[in-house]
Nanobody
Framework: QGQLVESGGGLVQPGGSLRLSCDASALFLHDYDMAWYRQAPGKQRELVARITSDGTTNFADSVKGRVAISRDNADDTVSLEITRLKPEDTAVYYC?????WGQGPQVTVSS
């Protein structure tokens, strides 16, 4: 899992914005799907957003209209941007590249 280098977690106030990044270049993968999941304390891990190798995206209903996912195939990176953050967005966010999981940065939304 350490092969996926993630960044961007931290404390954010409600209504703010956040950007998470995941660098999968160490995996030397091509034509794979990449996604972001999140897991709140005591809850199951859930999909936030996914982007396929050809750029097709899908999002969880809880974040539609507030999230964007993008990828840079040349750098093998994927980014997640969330706006108008809510306290219920508090979770550990995990990057998925192909079949490899990242360790997950913590995102805390609180005043």
């Amino acid at each position: 899992q350490g092969q996926l280098v993630e960044s961007g977690g931290g404390l954010v106030q409600p209504g703010g914005s956040l950007r998470l990044s995941c660098d999968a270049s160490a995996l030397f993968l091509h034509d794979y799907d990449m996604a972001w999941y999140r897991q709140a304390p005591g809850k199951q891990r859930e999909l936030v957003a996914r982007i396929t190798s050809d750029g097709t995206t899908n999002f969880a209903d809880s974040v539609k209209g507030r999230v964007a996912i993008s990828r840079d195939n040349a750098d093998d990176t994927v980014s997640l941007e969330i706006t108008r953050l809510k306290p219920e967005d508090t979770a550990v966010y995990y990057c998925l590249a192909g079949d490899c999981w990242g360790q997950g940065p913590q995102v805390t939304v609180s005043s």
